[in-house]
């Protein structure tokens, strides 16, 4: 069982792989634990109990943790590929915000239309109804 456990790369098995995974020492890591609350689980009781971490628990941790801006930049040096997933979520961002603004430009035209059109139907109303009152009377 512990050998399954080893093969699973979504398990780190020790402050070891832990602190190599995030890019720092153990100590920092076992210091993230205590004052951070990083995801780390025992196996038993003790303070000196075996550890370990499963990496999507980490991955949000880091990315809605404030250490972030410490602790990503040395994550995406151990992973390449990271990096570049990164840049491209980052320009399909961009681009998606800049999409976003051109469609509330755009409506932001419309609703200005719409009210200029809606301002002179009342004032034709309100002449039509200044008409009927005078040949009423």
Same mark, same amino acid.
């Given at each position: 069982?512990?050998?399954?456990?080893? !093969?699973?790369?979504?398990?780190?098995?020790?402050?070891?792989?832990?602190?190599?995974?995030?890019?720092?020492? $153990?100590?920092?890591?076992?210091?993230?634990?205590?004052?951070? !609350?990083?995801?780390?689980?025992?196996?038993?009781?003790?303070?000196?109990?075996? $550890?370990?971490?499963?990496?999507?628990?980490?991955?949000?941790?880091?990315?809605?943790? !404030?250490?972030?801006?410490?602790?990503?930049?040395?994550?995406?040096?151990?992973?390449?590929?990271?990096?570049?997933?990164?840049?491209?979520?980052?320009?399909?961002?961009?681009?998606?915000?800049?999409?976003?603004?051109?469609? !509330?430009?755009?409506?932001?035209?419309?609703?200005?239309?719409?009210?200029?059109?809606?301002?002179?139907?009342?004032?034709?109303?309100?002449?039509?109804?200044?008409?009927?009152?005078?040949?009423?009377?």
């Amino acid at each position: 069982m512990a050998h399954a456990a080893r !093969s699973s790369p979504a398990i780190l098995n020790s402050w070891k792989e832990i602190a190599a995974y995030l890019g720092r020492g $153990v100590r920092t890591v076992q210091r993230w634990e205590h004052e951070l !609350s990083l995801p780390v689980h025992r196996i038993g009781n003790g303070k000196r109990s075996p $550890v370990y971490a499963l990496i999507p628990q980490l991955k949000f941790w880091l990315t809605t943790s !404030s250490t972030n801006s410490v602790v990503l930049p040395a994550l995406n040096k151990a992973t390449p590929s990271h990096l570049e997933e990164t840049k491209t979520r980052k320009n399909s961002m961009i681009k998606m915000s800049r999409e976003l603004i051109a469609q !509330s430009q755009n409506l932001v035209r419309a609703v200005a239309e719409a009210s200029n059109q809606q301002r002179r139907q009342a004032e034709i109303l309100q002449k039509r109804i200044l008409e009927m009152r005078s040949r009423l009377r």
